[in-house]
């Protein structure tokens, strides 16, 4: 029997092709962010997590300070799991097992990772952004017809869902 796009078993497959793909190492990671990286061990990160719940071994963990949760509450948590490195604001969080990079904003340094672990994919892309009170879904909606059916790849993220190269996910 032939499996579907949607099985558990391509999903899984999916997973760890895109986690062999996506590899930075650390050093590329703290030079991103203007840190010394002589002072980091050269290790290779396969993953990027904000929530410690989520990561796996060889991912870096970034510790964000919320309103009513602290990243940093969760840095033990997220080396149990496999982190292999910590991005945090510097709060004193004890002596780590793994090496841990202060930065003054970690909300900003996601961005700045994310933008390095991924290859700066927005250098590729046209956004286009939607405001106002009345008419975005339907704004948006005209405009990834008219793009698509002109054979522009595109994708739709909105309050209805997200609509991506044979995605669809209704929020």
Same mark, same amino acid.
């Given at each position: 029997?032939a499996?579907?796009?949607?099985?558990d078993?391509?999903?899984?497959?999916?997973?760890?092709h895109?986690?062999?793909?996506?590899t930075?190492?650390?050093?590329?990671?703290?030079?991103?962010?203007?840190?010394p990286?002589?002072?980091?061990?050269n290790?290779?990160?396969t993953g990027?997590?904000?929530n410690?719940?989520?990561?796996?071994?060889?991912?870096?963990?970034?510790?964000?300070p919320?309103?009513?949760?602290?990243?940093?509450?969760?840095i033990?948590?997220?080396?149990?799991?496999?982190?292999?490195?910590?991005?945090?604001?510097?709060?004193d969080v004890g002596?780590?097992?793994?090496?841990?990079?202060?930065?003054?904003?970690p909300?900003r340094?996601?961005?700045?990772v994310?933008?390095e672990?991924?290859?700066h994919?927005?250098?590729?892309?046209?956004?286009l952004?939607?405001?106002?009170?009345?008419?975005?879904?339907?704004?948006?909606?005209l405009?990834?017809?008219?793009?698509n059916?002109?054979?522009?790849?595109t994708?739709q993220?909105?309050?209805?869902g997200?609509? %991506?190269d044979?995605?669809n996910?209704e %929020?």
């Open positions: 029997m499996e579907s796009r949607t099985g078993n391509f999903e899984q497959r999916l997973h760890l895109r986690r062999i793909e996506m930075k190492s650390l050093h590329t990671i703290a030079h991103s962010l203007f840190q990286s002589r002072k980091i061990p290790v290779t990160v990027v997590k904000l410690s719940s989520q990561v796996e071994d060889g991912d870096l963990f970034i510790a964000i919320g309103t009513n949760v602290d990243g940093h509450d969760f033990s948590d997220a080396i149990d799991s496999g982190a292999i490195a910590i991005i945090s604001n510097g709060r002596k780590l097992s793994v090496p841990q990079i202060k930065v003054a904003n909300r340094a996601a961005s700045i994310a933008a672990y991924y290859e994919p927005t250098k590729d892309l046209i956004v952004g939607i405001t106002g009170t009345n008419g975005k879904t339907t704004t948006a909606s405009l990834f017809s008219i793009l059916n002109a054979g522009h790849k994708a993220l909105g309050t209805l997200t609509i %991506a044979g995605f996910q %929020a």
